[in-house]
Every structure is written in structure tokens, then in C-alpha cells.
């Protein structure tokens, strides 16, 4: 009995393929390789790892569907290393919370507590044409729609609106886990629900939130950024949820 608890307690051995992965993407980094540069021959990983070429043709191929490297045949072939692009990253995750439960409230707690400091850590960065950005995008969303697209077309600019401010964050990690979040909120199934909603959408204190936002980068104010955006966030999780609500309402009703 006590060996078979012993064995069960045994972590699980792990994958050639997997380790040659993790050591394929630890010499990337060591040799400091960048987007373009090639890895070296098959043959000569095989050699490297001390592992057949089909155990390396498959760690590579493992690589090339994480979207971190790209094989290309004929002459001058071979793996080459791929800049990820944000969108696909965030593809990814994405795809690992396509079956989980996830509420608008989940998305909002992480909001309350990140927007706030993005914000904060874009107020050195901002510049002129960064303002005007945010400017032209409340004006997309400062009046009542026309029809269903322009409706759409304005909540999707809302969240824009965040993703320029964090796109001025020094801090890479913060900006794109914001980022995330914003997409996020486009992608709920129940969030297109409300956001396709005809009815009208009370905007004027998220806009003047909005414009003291700004005003309180322009002064470099870090305290008022960071209370005035955490009172945003907690007006627009609140607003969300009562639209939630209302639909659920709806649903049951009809």
C-alpha cells in the first residue's frame, strides 16, 4: 500500500518533446535571437539535445503552433524565429477561457484594480497626439446613435478609449493584460448582447469622467488619475450590470 501511494505521488514524467521545447526556447533567449534569425538545422538540434530528428521535427512543429517560430522549405529554408502579435497572444487566452464561466463581474474586478494604475504609468508617456486620440474617439460616442451599426461602433470605441491609454504604459505586462480585458468585454457573448441593445445609453458621466481623466494627465496629477479612473471603472461596472440585469429580465419574460 505504501508503494502504491508512493507511485501515485510520483509526478508524471514529462514529455522529450516538452523538454526540448523549453530548452529550444531558453537558447533563443540565451543566444538573444530575434524575429527573422533562423535556428539551426534539425540535424543540428538533434545533435545539440542528444534526441532523434522526428523527436525534434515535432518540437519544432510544437513551436510553429505556439506561433514563436515559422519553418519554411526549399533552399535557404529552415525555422525561423516569429514575432508574436498581440492580437494572436491574446487569441490564445481567449481560447482557454472559451468554456469557462466568465463574468462581466470577473472581468470588472480586474478592471477596478488595473485601469487605475495603466493610467498612472501612461502619464509620463502621453504626448499631444496620444490627447487627440482620446478626444476623437468621446466624440465618436458624445451623441445618440443613428442606427444599430453606429451603436456598436460607439461602445466599441468606449473601450478604445482605455486601450490608447494603455497603450502610452511603460509597463508592457500592465498595458496588455488591460488590453486583454477590453477585448474581452468585445468578445462576451452577453456583452454584445448589451451592447446591441437599442436602447439609450446614459454616457454623460462616463464622459466626464473621461475628459478629467484627461485633464488630470495633462497636469500630471497621479492621485487624480488614479481616483478619478477607479470611480470610472466602478460607474461603468455598475452601469454593465444593470444592463445585464435588465436583459436577463428581458429573457425571462418573454
Partial sequence: MKSENRDLAEPARRKRTDEIVDAIKEAIVRDN??????????????????????????????????????????????????????????????NFLFTRDLSIAN?????????????????????????????????????????????????????DFHAVVASYSDNVLLAFICRFLQRLLKEQAVCKDIYQRPEPVARATGIDFQYKLIDAMRRKDTSQVENIMRQHMQHAEDAMLKLEASLEERFMNE
Avoid: C
Fill in 107 to 159: 472581468i470588472y474586478a480586474l478592471r477596478k484594480a488595473l485601469e487605475p494604475l495603466v493610467a498612472v504609468s501612461a502619464i509620463e508617456h502621453i504626448d499631444a497626439k496620444g490627447f487627440e486620440q482620446l478626444h476623437q474617439l468621446i466624440a465618436t460616442y458624445d451623441h445618440e446613435p443613428v442606427d444599430d451599426d453606429e451603436r456598436w461602433n460607439q461602445r466599441m470605441a468606449e473601450l
Fill in 33 to 94: 535571437l530575434q524575429p527573422g534569425d533562423r535556428l539551426p538545422q534539425e540535424k543540428d538540434l538533434a545533435t545539440r539535445f542528444s534526441a532523434g530528428k522526428s523527436t525534434v521535427r515535432e518540437a519544432l512543429k510544437s513551436l510553429e503552433v505556439q506561433g514563436l517560430i515559422r519553418t519554411r522549405t526549399g533552399p535557404g529554408g529552415g525555422a525561423f524565429i516569429e514575432p508574436m502579435s498581440e492580437s494572436r497572444a491574446m487569441s490564445l487566452m481567449s
